[in-house]
């Protein structure tokens, strides 16, 4: 099997590498080799963000939450006797979850190793495991180094424009008191 934006790499990533046919003008000349779900990963400062996963296996129970962490997590199970080897293609938005050195990839407690493709928008990585047991559900977690703020920085900017302009205002009238009265005296002659 192959990897790669052209299938022309050395490695797995769930999708195909010879091209098939849907009908006499269609073609797919790079099939996903699995079914792919879509999970809600939350709405942040108005956009709703997905993440997207390709896999062999039966998945469940997708979590994401940037308060508690920049992580996602899922559980896979393998359903029949046949289904041993999972593996999983997983989409990520690079402005929802990111890593600056590296992702770690666990299932259960076991460091998997991953293949990572990038493109200006999305992180795309793929990783193999084992089912351990028939019918029997394993944690995925995937760990990246930052997350989608809670507040975008202009926001935060935003927040703090009408303190400065309320200090602005307090240190205009102490500098410039309009309480002051002129008082003209006549002088006697």
């Not at 050395?10 to 849907?22: E, K, L």
């Not at 699995?34 to 998945?59: E, Q, R």
């Not at 289904?83 to 938005?93: A, D, I, Q």
């Not at 935003?158 to 307090?170: K, M, N, V």
């Amino acid at each position: 099997m192959k990897s790669g934006f052209y299938q022309n790499e050395t490695g797995c990533d769930g999708v195909g590498d010879m091209p098939c046919s849907i009908d006499a003008n269609n073609t797919d000349n790079y099939p996903l080799m699995a079914p792919v779900s879509f999970f809600d990963a939350g709405t942040w400062n108005g956009k709703t963000y997905y993440m997207h996963i390709v896999s062999n296996s039966t998945l469940s129970d997708f979590y994401f939450n940037p308060n508690e962490g920049a992580f996602a997590r899922f559980r896979v199970t393998g359903e029949t006797e046949t289904e041993t080897f999972g593996f999983c293609r997983v989409v990520v938005p690079k402005d929802l979850l990111w890593t600056e050195d590296g992702w770690t990839v666990l299932c259960g407690s076991y460091p998997i190793s991953y293949e990572v493709a990038i493109d200006e928008n999305y992180s795309y990585l793929y990783f193999a495991y084992q089912n351990s047991y028939i019918g029997v559900k394993s944690a995925v977690n995937i760990y990246g180094t930052r997350d989608i703020p809670e507040f975008p920085s202009f926001l935060v900017i935003l927040l703090f424009l009408p303190l400065f302009a309320i200090a602005i205002a307090f240190a205009k009238r102490a500098l410039f008191p309009t309480n002051c009265r002129v008082v003209s005296r006549s002088s006697p002659i």
